[in-house]
């Protein structure tokens, strides 16, 4: 199997190093689906999609001979949104599909694709069967109006006595009690990010199969599996990612309009998603490129 950009490679060749590939399958996701399954629809760079099915297993794919690589930006993008497209129309049609990511490639025509399906049989039927109807959802959750210094003063015993010190203080120990000021505050603002954190996820975790963070930064943004994203004004102060069933999502959105109804936070709720945080790793021979 070759993959674009899925796996990390110890050593990556560059651009004009790329595998070369007589022939193969490029993968957007498997699928339950009968032997007599049919699947059409246009794919990245406007190729056939179509379906191979193998023993109750069928593999969304389109012939290809080469990576999709290009130093063009919005053509990189079409092929993500193209790809995306592909993934969400396979779910609607045959259920929870497991997803590929962006520029996956098996080596080798159809005969190939269904040994491949053949010899990972057991893997995919284990996790078709632990996805199916389960979704991957995704929440941020930002502070569109941060809560003022006088606020946390107030709340604070530690705050308060620096603060009074600081105004009764010479200029020589006001600089340095300000600076311990300055760390008290920062490590009142990040306990009070992580409660708010921790009691999110452990309600989600109640209506949730899976509950996992994602990487947070001041400048951090929601994007979607197709590589969309909506920026959104303010401190991002947690994005997670929930692995669901679909008749959860009723629940979870209860349990965000709670955190919504409060004064200066916005929650951010996209899906149902393709599970890609939650596929399988699957074996095989990978070739990488950036």
Not at 48 to 55: A, F, H, L, Y
Not at 225 to 238: F, H, I, Q, R, V
Not at 273 to 280: K, Q, V
Request: negative net charge; charged residues 35%; aromatic residues 6%.
């Amino acid at each position: 199997m070759t993959t674009g950009n899925d796996v990390a490679a110890p050593d990556e060749p560059d651009a004009d190093e790329l595998p070369e590939i007589d022939e193969g399958r490029y993968l957007y996701c498997v699928v339950r689906a009968d032997a007599d399954a049919t699947f059409e629809t246009t794919g990245v760079d406007g190729e056939p999609v179509s379906i191979v099915v193998e023993d109750g297993i069928g593999a969304i794919v389109h012939a290809c001979d080469d990576l999709y690589d290009s130093a063009d930006l919005a053509q990189v993008k079409r092929w993500l949104v193209r790809h995306q497209t592909v993934v969400d129309e396979a779910g609607e049609a045959f259920g929870t599909p497991i997803p590929f990511q962006f520029d996956t490639i098996l080596r080798g025509d159809d005969a190939g694709l269904r040994e491949w399906l053949r010899e990972t049989h057991d893997t995919l039927e284990r996790a078709l069967s632990e996805l199916a109807g389960h979704w991957e959802y995704r929440v941020e959750v930002v502070e569109t109006d941060p809560v003022d210094d006088a606020a946390l003063i107030e709340h604070d015993d530690r705050l308060r006595e620096l603060d009074e010190r600081i105004a009764a203080s010479e200029t020589g120990t006001a600089f340095l009690l300000e600076k311990q000021f300055d760390q008290r505050l920062a490590a009142v603002r990040e306990s009070r990010r992580e409660a708010l954190t921790g009691d999110l996820e452990a309600r989600l975790d109640e209506r949730a199969r899976e509950v996992h963070s994602l990487e947070r930064s001041p400048s951090a943004t929601l994007e979607g599996a197709s590589g969309e994203s909506d920026a959104a004004d303010g401190e991002t102060l947690c994005r997670l990612t929930l692995l669901a069933h679909e008749d959860a999502e009723g629940e979870i959105g209860s349990v965000l309009d709670d955190v919504a109804a409060t004064d200066g936070l916005e929650v951010r709720f996209t899906g149902p998603w393709p599970p890609y945080t939650f596929a399988p790793e699957l074996g095989g021979e990978t070739d990488e490129h950036p």
